[in-house]
T-cell receptor, first 111, second 111 residues
Framework: KNQVEQSPQSLIILEGKNCTLQ??????????LRWYKQDTGRGPVSLTIMTFSENTKSNGRYTATLDADTKQSSLHITASQLSDSASYIC??????????FGTGTRLTVIP | DAGITQSPRHKVTETGTPVTLRCHQTENHRYMYWYRQDPGHGLRLIHY???????DKGEVSDGYSVSRSKTEDFLLTLESATSSQTSVYFCAITGATTEAFFGQGTRLTVV
């Protein structure tokens, strides 16, 4: 069964701290994996995309990693800011625009 | 938001009434999707379209129908709304890349 699991479900961190979000996927065939950020009341917006041949990709303070062998991905946020408070959704693509969504990690950054 | 708009943004309707949600894009993208987002479930695919008059069911299609008579418009219809269809509905589009661009969402409440 194609599925994407994320952990933790929710996370609270202090402003300025780092955090790592996890994503495990069992999607076959596998094409690529994206991390999306969803602010409250808005639609998700893509942060990064990784194919099976890529191990790490950065977008500012966001760094995504991918281990295609273990089918795991992580999103590391450095020096968190209040504006990072959002839900982060992992999405695996099995090709032909066939997308599988995780349930997301709700991140809250507090001052 | 990548030239994709949803209407209405909010709607309250009574059980048993028909409801139509509209998604309009200005990107000329081939693929359009309707998702619903509920707590604990993440985004779940209702229906999608891969061209004018070409549509297919997603994992939670019961009680929903769609139509796409023009490239830019994708309509989602609840034939007879039920309380279980209270949700936030997102439209998305994908083009040559597999990045999904989402609308702002429609919050539907069925009372």
């Amino acid at each position: 069964k194609n599925q994407v699991e994320q952990s933790p479900q929710s996370l609270i961190i202090l402003e300025g701290k780092n955090c790592t979000l996890q994503c495990n996927y069992t999607v076959s065939p596998f094409s690529n994996l994206r991390w999306y950020k969803q602010d409250t009341g808005r639609g998700p917006v893509s942060l990064t995309i990784m194919t099976f041949s890529e191990n790490t990709k950065s977008n500012g303070r966001y760094t995504a990693t991918l281990d295609a062998d273990t089918k795991q991905s992580s999103l590391h946020i450095t020096a968190s800011q209040l504006s990072d408070s959002a839900s982060y959704i992992c999405v695996a693509n099995s090709g032909a625009n066939n997308l599988f969504f995780g349930t997301g990690t709700r991140l809250t950054v507090i001052p | 938001d990548a030239g994709i708009t949803q209407s209405p943004r909010h709607k309250v309707t009574e059980t048993g009434t028909p409801v139509t949600l509209r998604c309009h894009q200005t990107e000329n993208h081939r693929y359009m999707y309707w998702y619903r987002q509920d707590p604990g479930h993440g985004l779940r695919l209702i229906h999608y379209s891969y061209g004018v008059k070409d549509t297919d069911k997603g994992e939670v299609s019961d009680g929903y129908s769609v139509s796409r008579s023009k490239t830019e418009d994708f309509l989602l219809t609840l034939e007879s709304a039920t309380s279980s269809q209270t949700s936030v509905y997102f439209c998305a589009i994908t083009g040559a890349t597999t990045e999904a661009f989402f609308g702002q969402g429609t919050r539907l409440t069925v009372v």
